[in-house]
């Protein structure tokens, strides 16, 4: 559901959160990022850090510089001010990966799955511009939509302890690409060389809430 209003609800003592909704979609994400965007112009210095989601931001402000009610009074502001607010154009980021075999263990599960071959799967993955909605689970691990329909494909029953870096994954209709090693569930389809995370970069993480993303097929495993 759309909220008519956006919600401004306290979250602890230090923080508050901007509810435009409670389901995922594009033109809200995209005030959510257009707000983050208004409110870093802004440089006021008693927010913290600013962090949205896919229909929310969560504002993280300092109490001994502001309180609750002086903290929702900027925002109720910055909101009203979103309608004549032009946002930057989103970074654009190619993302070349190389899929199937070793690199993509579930492309043929996903295939299978949606009664496509691999290379279909392939040619719809790299078909579509996706944007980062945002960043979460782990560092650097950007949330990206939305796949195609024809190769959604559900999260594995058992996740894998070890998920290798790089590894390019789909749950639902969602993609994203795994910054380091970790456990996970989500169907891997390829892999990237691309460093998702470096914590000697400023900033650390490639991708960032509001990027477009495409992902460049650079060939399968054993292929050229």
Do not use: K
């Not at 402000?61 to 001010?81: C, G, H, K, M």
């Not at 040619?123 to 996706?130: P, S």
């Not at 994954?169 to 690409?177: E, N, V």
């Not at 993303?213 to 060939?219: A, E, L, N, T």
């Amino acid at each position: 559901m759309i909220h008519p209003q956006p919600r401004l609800l306290p979250a602890g003592d230090a923080a508050l959160l901007v509810e435009f909704a409670d389901e995922i979609d594009d033109a809200i994400n995209d005030r959510v990022h257009a707000l983050a965007h208004a409110l870093r112009a802004q440089a006021r210095p008693e927010i913290r850090d600013l962090v949205p989601a896919y229909s929310s931001l969560l504002v993280c402000y300092d109490p001994r510089r502001a309180s609750f009610t002086e903290i929702r009074a900027v925002l109720q502001n910055a909101l009203e001010s979103l309608q004549t607010y032009t946002s930057p154009e989103p970074r654009r980021v190619e993302i070349p990966t190389r899929y199937g075999g070793e690199f993509g263990p579930d492309l043929a599960f996903v295939a299978q799955h949606n009664d496509i071959t691999e290379d279909d799967v392939i040619r719809l993955h790299t078909t579509v511009i996706y944007r980062v909605y945002f960043v979460g689970f782990a560092p650097g691990f950007a949330y990206l939509g939305s796949v195609p329909e024809q190769i959604a494909a559900p999260r594995l029953e058992t996740p894998r302890t070890h998920v290798p870096a790089g590894s390019v994954g789909i749950a639902g209709r969602q993609t994203g690409i795994y910054p380091m090693e970790s456990p996970g569930g989500w169907r891997i389809i390829g892999r990237t060389d691309l460093s998702l995370f470096d914590p000697n970069c400023d900033p650390p993480a490639l991708l960032r809430p509001g990027d477009r993303v495409r992902f460049v097929s650079i060939g399968q495993s054993g292929n050229p």
